[in-house]
């Protein structure tokens, strides 16, 4: 069955770099929506970054524009990375990889609502 892993989390100070990795399995994950997601306590999760494998299509919301980069890696699994550079406070938060089925068209790409697999989750800290 389907299974996401994400690794690559941690501390980092202000403008700081970090590099998240999802590592997917069960799937050729050849055309997926998949990307990257937050929550922070007491808040609704919220879509990072996004992209279909098949055409590598992408979303970004607002707030990461210009510092995230999602992309797709095919070695002998399939992983999707998110690098975060210029880190801010507000970055801070568990940060969660997830696919929809494949083939599936979304409404959304940045909608959580439409993701049906998730990983455990990485924490993210941004603090000096």
């Known amino acids: 069955h389907l299974q996401l892993m994400e690794s690559g989390g941690g501390s980092v100070q202000p403008g700081g770099s970090l590099r998240l990795s999802c590592t997917a399995a069960g799937d050729t994950f050849t055309s997926h929506w998949m990307g990257w997601f937050r929550q922070v306590p007491g808040k609704k999760r919220a879509g990072v970054a996004v992209m279909f494998t098949g055409a590598d299509t992408k979303y970004y919301s607002g707030s990461v524009k210009g510092r995230f980069t999602v992309s797709q890696h095919k070695d002998q699994n399939f992983s999707l990375a998110l690098q975060m550079n210029s880190l801010k406070p507000e970055d801070s938060a568990m940060y969660y990889c997830?696919?929809?089925?494949?083939?599936?068209?979304?409404?959304?790409?940045?909608?959580?609502?439409?993701?049906?697999?998730w990983g455990q989750g990485t924490q993210v800290t941004v603090s000096s």
């Open positions: 997830a696919t929809a089925s494949y083939g599936t068209a979304l409404f959304e790409p940045l909608d959580p609502d439409e993701y049906a697999f």
